[in-house]
């Protein structure tokens, strides 16, 4: 199984701030990597797929990047929003996998 | 407008069965790759199993022999099977998929239904 690595596990930041979130894949997924944000008590919310392509309706402050094994998220300036947790997935190969989780917080 | 909404969950002893339920509006079951996701009480979250336009079906290592997954076309409802629950088992269970794609990614979710295994 490809195991997802993600870092941090809980991040704390600023309005305004630039937030980069890492994936580390056990072995290459080449680029199918995707980025879900899930707040309490809701279901998860598709951001990003293919590595670095915008699911309709979402905020360019939205980024993705990487290749192979190592991916990364970023959002170039924190909204009051953004506060969430975030997780990768790969689509490479079965079983699906997901990352651990980054709880992005109020500094 | 797309609607998932999962039914069916409840507390269940260990060693016991659930089925549940995803019923789907604005969006036919069989035409797109369906999957259940589950997250257990405050922690991550877990791919368990998908079915195929076609038929074909994959699951988690920790369900496969246990878990079932299949569809009624006529109800459009997605459903899971679920035998031999263990107390790992306890999670919110979401299904999920994202149309016109055969990619495993996830866009429509349910609201989940929480099933908990507990004696």
């Known amino acids: 199984d490809i195991q997802m690595t993600q870092s941090p596990s809980t991040l704390s930041a600023s309005v305004g701030d630039r937030v980069t979130i890492t994936c580390q894949a056990s072995?290459?997924?080449?680029?199918?990597l995707a980025w879900y944000q899930q707040k309490p008590g809701k279901a998860p919310n598709l951001l990003i797929y293919?590595?670095?392509i915008l699911e309709s309706g979402v905020p360019s402050r939205f980024s993705g990047s990487g290749s192979g094994t190592e991916f990364t998220l970023t959002i170039s300036s924190l909204q009051p929003d953004d506060f969430a947790t975030y997780y990768c997935?790969?689509?490479?190969?079965?079983?699906?996998?997901f990352g651990g989780g980054t709880k992005v917080e109020i500094k | 407008e797309v609607q998932l909404v999962e039914s069916g969950g409840g507390l269940v002893q260990p060693g016991g069965s659930l089925r549940l339920s995803c019923a789907a509006s604005?969006?036919?079951?069989?035409?797109?790759?369906m999957s259940w996701v589950r997250q257990a009480p405050g922690k991550g979250l877990e791919w368990v199993s998908i079915?195929?336009?076609?038929?074909?079906?994959y699951y988690a290592d920790s369900v496969k022999a246990r878990f079932t997954i299949s569809r009624d076309n006529s109800r459009n409802t997605l459903y899971l099977q679920m035998n031999s629950l263990r107390a790992e088992d306890t999670a919110v269970y979401y299904c999920?998929?994202?149309?016109?794609?055969?990619?495993?990614?996830?866009?429509?979710w349910g609201q989940g239904t929480l099933v908990t295994v507990s004696s």
């Open positions: 999920a998929s994202r149309s016109g794609t055969t990619t495993p990614i996830f866009f429509y």
């Open positions: 997935q790969q689509y490479s190969a079965y079983p699906l996998t």
């Open positions: 079915i195929y336009t076609g038929g074909s079906t």
């Open positions: 604005g969006f036919t079951v069989s035409n797109n790759y």
């Open positions: 293919k590595t670095s």
């Open positions: 072995q290459s997924i080449s680029s199918w």
